[in-house]
């Protein structure tokens, strides 16, 4: 194989590398209807804990990437509908000490909280609007 042959081929390698990177980034920020998600990274990347319900504390419960859902929030989607539309979202478990709310319930999200909120989400509860 000539040496143009081989960097032809290297170059083709790198363009399919440089083409799939969009098709990873697009996968990321997706949460299910009627669920909300919080991820690790902001703009909705990392590991992924979904909730259909409300959560006293989130000690315990692991992501999709397997990172702990405690105290890692840096961005959240909110998918809910009907009777549980928006989300309180509170420092500490049971409850204790409101951190933010949904506005709009239903698709709400946040690329990224402000932050002195980062990495300290411990509970939530699903409210009507
Ligand atoms: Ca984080």
Not at 97 to 117: E, F
Request: hydrophobic content about 35%; some cysteine; proline content about 3%.
């Amino acid at each position: 194989m000539s040496v143009r042959r081989i960097a032809a081929l290297g170059a083709a390698v790198i363009s399919s590398v440089l083409l799939l990177a969009p098709a990873q980034a697009q996968a990321a920020g997706t949460c299910p209807s009627t669920y909300y998600c919080v991820f690790e990274n902001a703009d909705y990347n990392g590991g992924r804990c979904a909730w259909s319900g409300t959560i006293a504390n989130y000690v315990g419960w692991v992501s999709d990437t397997g990172s702990s859902c405690n105290d890692t929030t840096t961005s959240w989607m909110v998918r809910g509908t009907g009777g549980y539309s928006c989300i309180l979202g509170y420092k500490h478990a049971d409850y204790s000490l409101k951190i933010w709310q949904s506005a709009l319930g239903g698709t709400d999200q946040t690329p990224g909280v402000p932050s002195y909120y980062n990495d300290v989400a411990t509970s939530h509860l699903w409210v009507l609007c």
